[in-house]
Structures are given as structure tokens and as C-alpha cells.
């Protein structure tokens, strides 16, 4: 529904409840999942639903604050998605309804755009993009809010278009540099659509800036925080992540190989039949492992291994949650969640002779890590801090936007 004259002389009720409620307690302790119900009429849109990975897990957190949501999405898979995502009404694009959408999607990125501008999102006076694919170039009403959760601006466009270009063939290659060129307009077109963006780091709102010369709110993505072990560690340690090439697991299998040290590593990828081959004695690759089998060898590994480039970085949290030190490379999200020295070892370069020095350097010091304390750097990136800032965030601006239309309203009269 639109906003009525009776919404604006109430306001838009987005907000938590009242402090020294019941529900405010609850919400504080996280024992409940959603804010009051919103008058407003809201719309979630997501690049596509076809996993559970850390932008669905926003997603999710979305869902739980805005219980009465539409989601649009280019394409859906309901089997891989959680019951919180697919309790909400799931409108995809035209994109879905193409030969072999949900396997081949990324093929069709090209229609991305026309298929979301072709959304009818008139109804609604919250508009909130979910964003690391095609998502925030819907086109919205004048007096709606448009607010981009900006996972990072996309990869293959921006920051890791060149990567990404080494790494494909030569026809590839070619057809990158003239149809990407394209999409990096509309895509640079599209950010001015939007009223406000949220990043989910200082690293992503640095190349919001940079390539959308738009400013950025940082809110840090919900993490599923874990119980601090109290076992002491095993002999082994841990690299969690998909097995492409921008995560280098391939220079974390090298390293531990010449070592002769055991590492366990957990995910597939285009690069796990290669690592087979490739891995030492001492290396093993299980693929993919499900929450329990995951937190288990969180809570008994020496270290997690980190080497990625990552916007953020969920799982480096989720080890530290555990009170498990990180050992990782200097870049990119780490940088606003590992402190070196007190939850893990910070090492410069993407390589396996510094990736070595630092495992050296931390069996050196291992005994002066405290599991307590490192669980503690990571209570502000739990689920409840995360919605209470969006609904905080997301209630100001709406307010903002009430007022400029009621100012408007009134200067007509």
C-alpha cells in the first residue's frame, strides 16, 4: 500500500519498540526477531536467491526486521534458501523464466538490467536493494525511499575486472572489454537512484566512494556468533572458504604442503579438483561441511587461515566467536576485524613465504593468545547489534523523508 494522510499524521512506525517493553528486552537480548510491524509497505531486492552465503544472510536479518517484505529476485532456488527467506512472498524477473535461469544465470547479466527495470515498485514506499549483483537499479516512486545495502559494488566491473579477464579465455577476454563497458555505465547510472547507501565495511564504502562518488553509512553484516571453546586446540589448522581464485586457497595449500604442517580446508570450488592433486600428505580437503561440522572445527583448530581479499569477511569472526585466533593476510575487511597481536597475526603479502613467516611467528607466541579475550572483539558484529542499527538507520531516514513531504504538503495549501 501507499502511504495514506493517516500514516503521515502517525508516522512511519519502523522503529523498535519502546524502550522498558517487553519487546524492547527481547530485542536487546535477541530473543526477538522483528521490529513493530511497519506501516509502510516494503520491498526487498536481492540479485539472486540460489544459496546461502553472506549476503543471503543479510537478507535474511532483513526478513526478521520487516516481517511483511516483498522480495524480488532475478532467480530463486527454494531448496537452497532458509525458512525465513522463503516464509516472504518471492517475486523474480523475467530472467527467472529463461532456458536453464537457475544454473546459468550469471549468463544472462547482460538482461539484468532491463529485467529490473521492469519491476513495478510503485506500491511501495520502502524500497531496500541487497547488492553485490544487479540489484539497486529498480526505479522507484518520488516519495519512496530507496535504501542500497551495498555488499561492494560489483567485482567483475570494478575492483576485480581485470582478475577476473586473466583468468577467462581469449574469446572471453574480448567479450568482456566491450559488453562489461556497458553495464559499468548503467551500473554507475543506477547509484543515483538510490537515496542512501548502507556499506558493510569501510572497505566497501571506500569503493562506493571511489567508483559511485556516493558517501556510504557502514553497518557491519550480522555474524551467528559462536560459544568461546574451552577445549584446548588440536594439531591442525583451518582455511574455510569457495575454492576460486580470488580467495588463493591455492597459495594456503602451497604454503602448509612445504611446511609439512596439517590443515584442514572446508569448501568447493573451480580450483578443489586441482588442490587435490596439488595438496601434500598433510593437506586435507573435505568440500563442503554443514554449521555443526563447521563450529566443531572451529572450536578444535590451532588457527583459522585467512589470505582473501574479502569485502568483509564473515568467517574470520565466526572463528574468533570461538575464541580461535586468525592468521591473516593485512587487506581488505580483515582490517576492521582482526586486531593483530590480540585475536590473531596480521601478515603483508598474498604469498607463501609470508603466509610461512607468519605461521613461524605465531606458533612463537601461540600461548599468549586468551580464547575469552578474543571472543570478546567480536560481540559488536552479533545479529541484534545489525538490526538495531538498520532499524535506527532506516527509521531517521524515513522520518526525514515524512517530513520533507509533509513540509511539502503544507506549502501547497
Known amino acids: 500500500m501507499t502511504v495514506s494522510e493517516g500514516n503521515f499524521a502517525g508516522g512511519l512506525d519502523i522503529r523498535p519498540p519502546v524502550a522498558g517493553t517487553r519487546s524492547d528486552a527481547a530485542m536487546e537480548s535477541g530473543s526477538e526477531s522483528s521490529v513493530n510491524?511497519?506501516?509502510?509497505?516494503?520491498?526487498?531486492?536481492?540479485?539472486?536467491?540460489?544459496?546461502?552465503?553472506?549476503?543471503?544472510?543479510?537478507?535474511?536479518?532483513?526478513?526478521?526486521?520487516?516481517?511483511?517484505?516483498?522480495?524480488?529476485?532475478h532467480v530463486y532456488k527454494p531448496e537452497r534458501i532458509s525458512a525465513t527467506i522463503?516464509?516472504?512472498?518471492?517475486?523474480?524477473?523475467?530472467i527467472a523464466s529463461l532456458p536453464f535461469a537457475t544454473r546459468l544465470y550469471q549468463a544472462y547479466l547482460l538482461l539484468m538490467p532491463y529485467a529490473l527495470e521492469a519491476l513495478d515498485l510503485s506500491g511501495y514506499d520502502l524500497v531496500i536493494?541487497?547488492?553485490?549483483?544487479?540489484?539497486?537499479?529498480?526505479?522507484?516512486?518520488?516519495?519512496?525511499v530507496h535504501v542500497c545495502y551495498c555488499h561492494t559494488p560489483m567485482r567483475y566491473l570494478w575492483s576485480g575486472f581485470h582478475e577476473y579477464r586473466r583468468q577467462s579465455g581469449?574469446?572471453?577476454?574480448?567479450?568482456?572489454?566491450?559488453?562489461?563497458?556497458?553495464?559499468?555505465?548503467?551500473?554507475?547510472?543506477?547509484?543515483?537512484?538510490?537515496?542512501?547507501?548502507?556499506a558493510n565495511s569501510e572497505n566497501v564504502a571506500g569503493r562506493i566512494r571511489k567508483y559511485y562518488r556516493r558517501d556510504a553509512t557502514v553497518i557491519h553484516p550480522p555474524v551467528d556468533l559462536l560459544e568461546p571453546t574451552l577445549q584446548p586446540a588440536e594439531d591442525f589448522y583451518l582455511y574455510v572458504g569457495q575454492l576460486v581464485a580470488y580467495k588463493h586457497a591455492d597459495v594456503v595449500v602451497d604454503a602448509f604442503s612445504r611446511m609439512g604442517k596439517k590443515l584442514i580446508v572446508i569448501g568447493r570450488g573451480e580450483q578443489y579438483a586441482a588442490l587435490k592433486r596439488t595438496a601434500g600428505p598433510t593437506v586435507t580437503l573435505l568440500g563442503w561441511a554443514d554449521d555443526s561440522t563447521l563450529r566443531d572445527y572451529y572450536a578444535r583448530c590451532r588457527a583459522l587461515i585467512f589470505i582473501a581479499d574479502e569485502?568483509?569477511?564473515?568467517?574470520?569472526?565466526?572463528?574468533?566467536?570461538?575464541?580461535?585466533?586468525?592468521?591473516?593476510?593485512?587487506?581488505?575487511?580483515?582490517?576492521?576485524?582482526?586486531?593483530d597481536g590480540e585475536s590473531g597475526i596480521l601478515f603483508a603479502e598474498q604469498t607463501a613465504g609470508c603466509l610461512i613467516e607468519a605461521v613461524h611467528q605465531f606458533e612463537r607466541v601461540e600461548?599468549?593468545?586468551?580464547?575469552?579475550?578474543?571472543?570478546?572483539?567480536?560481540?559488536?558484529?552479533?545479529?541484534?547489534?545489525?538490526k538495531q542499527r538498520i532499524s535506527n538507520t532506516i527509521r531517521e531516514w524515513m522520518d526525514q523523508q515524512q517530513a520533507w513531504s509533509t513540509k511539502r504538503t503544507n506549502s501547497s495549501l
Not at 522463503?86 to 524477473?93: A, F, L, N
Not at 568482456?176 to 547507501?197: E, I, K, P, Y
Not at 575469552?372 to 559488536?380: L, P, Q, S, V
Request: charged share 20%; proline share 5%; glycine share 10%.
Open 367 to 386: 600461548k599468549s593468545f586468551d580464547p575469552a579475550r578474543i571472543a570478546a572483539t567480536t560481540i559488536g558484529f552479533a545479529k541484534n547489534r545489525f
Open 129 to 144: 536493494s541487497s547488492e553485490s549483483g544487479p540489484a539497486k537499479g529498480v526505479l522507484t516512486q518520488p516519495g519512496s
Open 37 to 73: 510491524q511497519p506501516a509502510a509497505k516494503v520491498a526487498i531486492v536481492h540479485y539472486w536467491l540460489v544459496g546461502m552465503r553472506g549476503g543471503e544472510k543479510v537478507l535474511e536479518a532483513l526478513c526478521e526486521l520487516f516481517p511483511d517484505a516483498d522480495i524480488y529476485t
Open 170 to 198: 581469449r574469446l572471453t577476454r574480448l567479450a568482456m572489454l566491450f559488453a562489461l563497458s556497458g553495464l559499468r555505465n548503467w551500473d554507475q547510472a543506477s547509484a543515483t537512484r538510490v537515496d542512501h547507501f548502507i
Open 311 to 339: 569485502d568483509f569477511g564473515i568467517v574470520p569472526v565466526e572463528a574468533m566467536s570461538a575464541g580461535r585466533p586468525v592468521i591473516a593476510w593485512a587487506g581488505g575487511g580483515v582490517l576492521e576485524t582482526v586486531r
Open 86 to 94: 522463503r516464509r516472504h512472498r518471492i517475486h523474480t524477473t523475467f
